[in-house]
């Protein structure tokens, strides 16, 4: 019923960037999408808020991207997309997507919702 589909990471040397897009469908009920964020996990560590954005498109970063990230989002497509710049080994992880979605139907319900991961490794 609702699912997140990831796309864009890869692989990339030091100083480079890509570009991560999120599209989110949502099938039989009516929906709105509130945030919309961007986690990441690297190996043995705990999985880390990137980026978010809210319905209203405030956002907010962690220390360690800001002034590197950006955080966008297009409601007519329900796409979330991270655009990262200066791109540096240690931001070497699975990234992932979350989506805190209301779906009105015969039970109205409210839930985060996550897509499946996208690899991107920055080379030294």
């Known amino acids: 019923q609702v699912q997140l589909v990831e796309s864009g990471g890869g692989l990339v040397q030091a100083g480079g960037s890509l570009r991560l897009s999120c599209a989110a469908s949502?099938?039989?009920?009516?929906?709105?999408?509130?945030?919309m964020s961007w986690y990441r996990q690297a190996p043995g560590k705990q999985r880390e808020l990137v980026a978010a954005?809210?319905?209203?498109?405030?956002?907010h970063y962690a220390d360690s991207v800001k002034g590197r990230f950006s955080v966008s989002r297009d409601n007519a497509k329900n796409t979330v997309y991270l655009q990262m710049n200066s791109l540096k080994p240690e931001d070497t992880a699975v990234y992932y997507c979350k989506a805190d979605i209301s779906t009105f139907g015969a039970v109205d319900r409210r839930a985060d919702y996550w897509g499946q991961g996208t690899q991107v490794t920055v080379s030294s």
């Open positions: 954005i809210t319905s209203g498109r405030s956002t």
């Open positions: 949502v099938s039989g009920v009516s929906f709105s999408i509130n945030t």
